[in-house]
C-alpha cells in the first residue's frame, strides 16, 4: 500500500514493535529484517562448530568492526537487554563515587617525575569516570582503554593480576565497547614507555553506548551530523568543546565588564503584543487562555528603556531575540543578544565603551594581543588560504556613511534633512541602477540607504570599524544628531564587512518619538514587513521622562564567530536551525521512537 494510501486509512507510521530493539516500526521495515535475521541464522546454522579449546578463543568473538551501523545497533541492545534481565552487571546503576576528575588527576600524577616508567603509586587509591574512546587488547589478560572526559585524556591500563575478581576478569571486560560511560578505581602508574594510566581493581559500565561510534581514524567530519546531532560532534571532535568553551568565556566577560561598570542584569519579557525595538519580521504564537496573538520579540529595547525611566540607570540584559527571516552563514532565526542602557552617556561614551570591551577581551581570550587571525574563505589549514589580520587595538576606524557614499560613488548627496523626501527616494532609485546595486520593494529611502552601505561602505571595515552618521530616517529610536540636521547620533560597529553591534544616544523627546514610530506604520503599509507599529506603553514611559541615554546592542553569534575564526553561524550554536530531515515525521510513541527521528527544526 503507498504512503498517500496508508495516510488515508488512518494508520500511523511506525506502529509494529521490533521484538529485538524494541524499536516502533514500519511493517514493511519489521519484514525485511526478520527476514535478514532468519538467513544470517540459517547461515550460521550451517557453519562448522570449533570448540574454543583457549580462552583466547572464546574472548576473540565476532568481529564488530564488520557490522554495519543497524546490525551494530541490534547486536548492542541484544547485550544491554540480556543484561538489564540479568543485573550482572547492572548496565544502568544510579551512582558511581568519582575521587578526581580526570583534569585533576592529570595535573596531580601527570608531572614528570611523579611516577617512574614501569611503577605504580603505592597505596594510592583513585575512582575516575569518562568515555571510552579506543580499547586495544593485547592478548585476553591485558587491555588498554582510552578515557576521555572534559577535554583530556587518562589511559586505563587493566590487567587481569590487578583485578580484584580475577577469575571474572574476562567476562567483566566483555562488556564494554567504544563510547560506553565506565567508572573505574584503582592505582596511579604509569606504562614502561611513559603514558600516564590507571590500573584498575574494578571497572563498572555506568552507561553503555548503543550506537558505534565513528572510527577513531576519520573522526565525524559530515556538517549536517555535526549540527544535528551536537552531542555526537562533542564526544568526537575537541574542537568543538574548545569553540564552545570560548563562547562561554566571552559571555562570562561581558558579564563581568559590565557589573564592574556598575550594570545590573535584568530580564525582559520574551512575548508581547507589539514587536518593537529593531527593524525585522517577528514570529507570531498564540497564548490559549487569553486567545491572544503574541509576538517573539525581536529585541529587548522598549523594556530596558522603560527601566531606565523608572531610575535603574545602568541596565542589561544578555538572551534570545528571535526574527522571522532567512538562514544563511551568518544569519539565525533565533540568536543571543546582549543589550545595555546606560544613563547620562550618548554615542561617543558607547564607542569608548565598545573599543574598551573587546579589546580587553581579545587580550584576555589571547594573552594579550589584540588581533585576531580570521580565515574569510573557510579553509583554515589549507596552502595558500586566504587569512586577514582583525586588530582591536585602539581607536578605532570610523566612516562617514552619507561622505564615505559621496566618495566611492562620485556624487552629492541631497542635505541631511532632505532624506526622507520623494526627491531623495528618486534619486536613490537612480543611483542603485546605475551602480547595480538590488533592493526589492519596497525602495524606501532607508532601505535603498542600507543596501548602498552594505554595497560600498561595509567591504571596507576589516579590522572592526564604526560607520558613523546615519540618516534619521533609518534609525526610529535614535536622537537626532545636535550638529547634522537630519542625520541622528548612531553608530555601527563592523568587522570582516558584518555588523556585529549597533548603538545610539536615544530619543527621548515623546512627541517626535509618536511622529517616528507613524513614519514606521506608513512604511509598514507600503509593504515593508519589518517596519515597527506605534507602541503607546513606551510612549507612555517617555511621557514621564528619560533622562538622556546611549543604548548599545551586540550580536553575541556573530562576535563569537570572528573570534573563533568560524565563518558559520551554526558553528557557533550548539543547537542551529535546520530543516526537517523527514518532513513528515512519525508521532511520538510511548516507550521511544523511531531510530533517526528528531523534533529539531
Partial sequence: ????????????????????????????????????????????????????????????GPSEDDLNPNQYYEMRCRQIKELKKTQDPNPYPHKFHVSRSLTSYVDTYGPEGKIPAGTKVDGAVESLAGRIHNIRASGPKLRFYDLHG????????????????????????????RGDIVGVTGT????KKGELSITPTSMTLLAPNLHQLPSAHFGLKDQETRYRKRYLDLIMNEHTRKLFITRSRILNYIRRFLDDMGFMEVETPMMSMLAGGATAKP??????????????????????????????????????????????????????????????????DLMDITEAMLEGMVKTL?????????????????????????EFKRPWKRYDMIGTLE?????????????????????????????????????????????????????????????????????????????????CERFEGFMCGKEFCNAYTELNDPFEQRLRFEEQVRQKEQGDDEAQGVDEVFIDALEHGLAPTGGWGLGIDRLVMFLTDSTNIKEVLLFPAMKPVDTNPPAATAGGHPLGTSGQV
Avoid at 322 to 341: A, Q, W
Wanted: with cysteine; net charge negative.
Fill in 188 to 191: 596511579p602508574s604509569r606504562t
Fill in 283 to 348: 514570529f507570531v504564537t498564540h497564548h490559549n487562555d487569553l486567545d491572544l496573538d503574541l509576538y517573539l520579540r525581536i529585541a529587548p529595547e522598549l523594556y530596558l528603556k522603560e527601566l531606565v525611566v523608572g531610575g535603574l540607570d545602568r541596565v542589561y540584559e544578555i538572551g534570545r531575540v528571535f526574527r522571522n527571516e532567512g538562514i544563511d552563514l551568518t544569519h539565525n532565526p533565533e540568536f543571543t543578544i546582549c543589550e545595555f542602557y546606560m544613563a547620562y552617556a550618548d554615542q561617543e
Fill in 407 to 487: 566618495e566611492k560613488l562620485g556624487v552629492a548627496f541631497p542635505p541631511g534633512d532632505e532624506l526622507h523626501t520623494e526627491e531623495t527616494n528618486k534619486f536613490l532609485r537612480e543611483v542603485c541602477v546605475k551602480h547595480n546595486v538590488d533592493c526589492s520593494e519596497p525602495r524606501t529611502n532607508a532601505r535603498m540607504l542600507d543596501k548602498l552601505v552594505g554595497e560600498f561602505i561595509e567591504p571596507l571595515c576589516i579590522s572592526p570599524s564604526f560607520i558613523v552618521g546615519h540618516p534619521q530616517v533609518m534609525s526610529p529610536l535614535a536622537k537626532w544628531h545636535r550638529s547634522r540636521p537630519g542625520l
Fill in 1 to 60: 500500500m503507498s504512503s498517500e494510501a496508508a495516510a488515508a486509512a488512518g494508520a500511523p507510521a511506525g506502529t509494529h514493535k521490533d521484538p529485538v530493539t524494541g524499536e516502533m516500526i514500519s511493517k514493511q521495515e519489521l519484514k525485511r529484517r526478520e527476514k535478514q535475521r532468519a538467513k544470517e541464522a540459517s547461515k550460521a546454522s550451517k557453519a562448522p562448530v570449533v570448540a574454543a579449546t583457549t580462552k583466547e578463543a572464546a574472548v576473540a
Fill in 150 to 177: 572534559e577535554g583530556t585524556k587518562v589511559q586505563i591500563m587493566a590487567t587481569q593480576q590487578d583485578a580484584t575478581d580475577s577469575e571474572g576478569f574476562i567476562t567483566a571486560h566483555e562488556h564494554f565497547r
Fill in 366 to 390: 589571547t594573552g594579550g594581543k589584540t588581533t585576531v587571525v580570521y580565515h574569510p574563505d573557510g579553509n583554515r589549514g589549507v596552502e595558500g588560504a586566504r587569512e586577514v589580520e582583525l
